[in-house]
């Protein structure tokens, strides 16, 4: 059976990276133990400027600024729903999701949910 994956790309100021990866170890950690099956954040290393579409230009990164690229992996589209519900209700997470504490321009992040068509 396909898995179903929440997909993240946004742009952190390098300087702040370290705060990110802080916050993101966290909420990590919260997803799994609300049954999350993986958690997974990288940072970009080998990504240039398209001709017309790019990781870079999907962000608008600016100079100083690196790619985020992540996603957390569930069971179902329903589990994730699940999840994520207890997710938001965590009290864990309330002051990573004011936007005045983010280490990065939330504005410039999108995200969307998948669902697996191949798993090998």
Excluded at 14 to 19: G, I, K, M, S
Excluded at 46 to 54: A, E, F, M, R, Y
Excluded at 70 to 93: C, E, G, T, Y
Aim: aromatic share 12%; net charge positive.
């Amino acid at each position: 059976m396909a898995r179903y994956v929440d997909g993240f790309v946004l742009p952190v100021p390098q300087a702040n990276l370290a705060e990110y990866r802080k916050m993101a170890r966290k909420a990590g950690k919260i997803w799994r133990e609300h049954g999350a099956l993986e958690y997974v954040e990288c940072v970009a290393d080998d990504v240039k400027p398209g001709k017309w579409t790019s990781f870079p230009q999907s962000v608008k990164l600016k100079e100083g600024e690196v790619v985020i690229f992540a996603w957390i992996v569930f069971k179902s589209r329903r589990q994730r729903d699940s999840v994520n519900a207890k997710v938001m209700k965590d009290p864990r997470l309330a002051s990573m999701m004011d936007p005045k504490n983010m280490p990065f321009d939330g504005k410039r992040m999108f995200w969307g949910g998948f669902k697996g068509i191949v798993e090998l």
